[in-house]
């Protein structure tokens, strides 16, 4: 507050230097606000995108684990002991 009180050039240049140094910190935190509004948009995309490709690959190892058990169960139905004519 002093320097635009008083009257010399020198004090004319460093208030202006302190305006323009406010100014920019204020146009900085700007940015770093848009910047981390744009970051919590990307961080709930990627989450809901996890979300979904969790989804859907606990859904292909569901049916894979089927495949399996389905494949094991006509190895066992194929492998039992015949009852009844033998040819």
């Known amino acids: 507050m002093i320097a635009s009180i008083l009257n010399s050039q ?6 202006i230097a302190v305006v323009r140094a406010f100014i920019s ?3 900085l935190s700007k ?3 848009e910047l981390s509004e744009q970051l919590q ?4 995309e990627v989450l809901d995108r996890i979300g979904e490709h969790d989804t ?3 859904a292909i ?3 894979i684990e089927n495949l399996l058990d389905i494949r094991t169960e006509k190895e066992i139905w194929n ?4 009852i009844g004519y033998k040819k």
Do not use: P, V
């Not at 020198?10 to 208030?15: L, Y």
């Open 25 to 27: 910190l204020r146009k």
């Open 10 to 15: 020198k004090a004319i240049d460093m208030n």
């Open 41 to 44: 948009l990307l961080r709930k």
């Open 56 to 58: 859907q690959l606990s």
């Open 79 to 82: 492998k039992r002991e015949r």
């Open 31 to 33: 940015q770093h606000i």
């Open 61 to 63: 190892y569901n049916t």
